[in-house]
């Protein structure tokens, strides 16, 4: 009896086990296999790595008055063109946009430059183009492409019959191809519809150029060949663009070809076109912790001036203005420790002992102050001057260095974070207003009095849905905007970790709850779909699906989450390290089948009918082990006398 039950209870819990194993391995098959992206760092230069932390969630929301809302230029009846910029400056020393050229449009990812005059992306010809972010321009595959054929006002090949181009910078990278007009659309976003522009395609790259991540480059120089100088010439924008740079803590932006009313307390400067063909400042003074740098005016008014690069990731001053500028920071130090540089090839200027949370890094840095030619002054938090230290906690550097011997100031993307920069060309000024710049993007959809665009389709080709091509007309709803009437089933996205494999593998529950914490979701609905790891990075698929046993999200849920991904809105500890969200991807609920519908129930019956087949097996059994027993059992007494055989 003992074994007979024995027998029974292990028939159950291998049964068990293995109908636990069936429905998992259903389950899994509900969702479709992830497809990873390589990580977007190869070639990144370590000096130019800005990592990426995210503050408390309201450390810098007071920056933004919630009842100054920015509306298009009164100059103005012209549309403009609202785009979304992508905080590659945390990865790559860049920030970038996306731009469609061609019919139908093919899509880049390009730099936005303000120091170049000429967008340009890599050619199908081009023999010594690097890999990029996306496939090389193909104008045979375009209706609208043309060749610009050599003419009086550009440089002709040396066969007389095509323009071509040749761009040097001062990294020593090179761009080289030719030049071709077509259609360039600016997103989904933009009142501006697509126009006709002139623009580069590149046969050859060297340098930064052919390694970096991104394709290529979009002009917004001074110059015939910029993008603003077409659009303008046209009479489609007004003589004005603005941008705006997310900052430590939050990433996004934005970027506006055209003009839009300035905030009241924007602080301008002075801007000379006749000086030099660089957006440049008349800056005077500088100013830390409330005093005056002891240096003459005419130290930052050397050679090219004070000029405004976006395409520039740092700044640097002339060598009096350096060194007048880090001795009084470090005056102001006392408290923290010099400590060296995230990297051992640069001599950074490096400190410890602050506090991870931006929003209180001015109460142990000093604030700085640049004064302009009219007596405006333009605050600078300590988040417009440092950059973090990549492997100390709490330690940040220096992101303001010297110029070598070049007598220019040159300011790049690290003074202007958080920060809207209005470029007035037209009347010869530059404006500057601290905000928020990824609540800025916002607040620009919402004044903007355009009608909704068309929902996003679900079913592209293409792994994200942060962008879409543009449609022949173009308007301004935000690119996270939901279908109401296609239900999404599942959200995916990918996070690039500056943390290796090892650290982070007995830590994956804890970083699902933190990141279900931040959407405002249950824990149990985040999963990890994928995991790829290379050196100190690692590449992690995520995969969101409905509370419960909801087949799909509400349009309210959806949208709540998608947003909060695509505006770069998730703050984690800076025990994960630094991390980048890539792109995500919503998508619709599987079309299920009969089986996967009546799943559970069949599930249930076939446990039930296990449950009573085991059972009258089991009492069989037992039956019939006792009835074995009995057959066998004889008494003593039952043997026949036999009679005894005389002798």
């Not at 054929?149 to 323009?163: A, F, G, K, L, P």
């Not at 006709?196 to 290529?216: M, N, P, W």
């Not at 005077?284 to 405004?308: C, M, Y």
């Not at 529950?509 to 405002?520: P, Q, T």
């Amino acid at each position: 009896m003992a074994r007979a039950l024995a027998q029974l209870s292990i028939t159950t819990s291998a049964t068990t086990v293995l109908l636990f194993v069936l429905l998992s391995l259903v389950r899994s098959n509900l969702s479709t296999s992830p497809l990873l992206l390589p990580p977007p760092y190869a070639g990144a230069r370590p000096a130019m790595v800005l990592p990426l932390f995210h503050a408390p969630k309201n450390s810098s929301r007071s920056l933004f008055n919630s009842r100054r809302h920015l509306q298009r230029s009164d100059s103005h009846s012209r549309p403009n063109a609202r785009m979304r910029l992508y905080d590659d400056l945390l990865l790559n020393g860049y920030y970038t946009t996306r731009l469609w050229i061609g019919t139908p449009p093919q899509k880049f990812a390009l730099i936005v430059d303000t120091g170049s005059t000429v967008t340009y992306v890599p050619c199908s010809t081009c023999e010594r183009c690097g890999k990029h972010e996306d496939p090389r321009f193909q104008p045979d595959l375009s209706s609208t492409y043309q060749a610009v054929r050599c003419n009086i006002d550009c440089t002709c090949d040396s066969n007389r019959v095509q323009c071509v181009y040749d761009r040097q910078y001062a990294e020593m990278s090179t761009s080289s191809g030719v030049l071709g007009e077509d259609i360039v659309s600016f997103g989904n976003q933009s009142e501006l519809s697509p126009q006709r522009a002139v623009f580069g395609c590149e046969t050859a790259e060297t340098g930064d150029l052919y390694s970096q991540h991104a394709d290529g480059i979009m002009g917004l120089g001074r110059g015939d060949l910029s993008i603003v100088d077409q659009l303008v010439e046209k009479g489609v924008i007004s003589d004005s663009f603005s941008l705006c740079y997310g900052g430590m803590g939050i990433g996004g932006g934005a970027m506006v070809l055209g003009g839009i009313s300035p905030p009241s307390d924007m602080v301008w400067s002075y801007s000379d076109p006749a000086r030099s063909p660089y957006y440049n400042i008349d800056l005077k003074e500088i100013h830390v912790a409330g005093k005056r740098l002891p240096l003459k005016p005419s130290v930052f008014d050397g050679k090219q001036g004070t000029v405004l690069d976006s395409g520039t990731t740092y700044a640097y001053l002339p060598e009096a203005a350096f060194l007048a500028f880090k001795d009084a920071v470090m005056k102001e130090l006392n408290t923290l420790k010099r400590i060296q540089g995230p990297d051992p090839n640069y001599n950074d200027i490096c400190f410890s002992g602050a506090t991870s949370d931006v929003s209180q890094l001015s109460k142990t840095f000093p604030t700085v102050e640049m004064v302009f030619g009219n007596g405006q002054k333009l605050l600078l938090s300590p988040e417009n001057y440092l950059f973090r230290h990549s492997k100390v906690p709490g330690a940040y550097c220096l992101g303001i260095f010297q110029n070598g011997r070049d007598r220019t100031s040159l300011l790049g993307g690290i003074i202007v974070r958080n920060t809207l920069v209005m470029y007035d060309r037209e009347h010869k000024k530059i404006g500057f207003w601290k905000t928020n710049c990824s609540e800025l993007w916002e607040r620009l959809h919402i004044t903007s009095g355009t009608s909704p665009r068309p929902p996003p389709s679900l079913s592209g080709k293409d792994n994200s849905t942060v962008e879409l091509p543009p449609s022949s007309a173009p308007n301004g709803s935000p690119h996270y905007v939901l279908p109401g009437d296609v239900p999404i089933g599942r959200i995916t996205f990918d996070m690039l970790m500056n943390i290796k494999y090892s650290d982070l593998e007995g830590h994956i529950n804890e970083l699902a709850e933190l990141i279900a914490n931040e959407l405002d979701i249950n824990a149990l609905q985040v999963h990890l779909l994928n995991f790829t790891s290379e050196g100190n990075t690692s590449l992690i698929r995520w995969a969101i699906f409905p509370s419960g046993s909801a087949s799909y999200f509400s349009n309210n849920t959806a949208t709540s989450i998608i947003s909060r991904l695509a505006e770069h809105r998730l703050q984690l500890p800076d025990a994960f390290g630094n991390y980048q969200l890539v792109r995500w991807k919503a998508e619709p609920p599987m079309k299920q089948t009969w089986w996967h519908q009546h799943f559970l129930v069949v599930f249930l019956a076939f446990i039930i009918a296990m449950a009573f087949a085991l059972s009258a097996t089991g009492i069989w059994f037992i039956w019939r082990r006792r009835q074995q027993s009995l057959n066998s059992y004889k008494p003593v007494g039952a043997v026949p006398e036999q009679e005894l055989q005389p002798i």
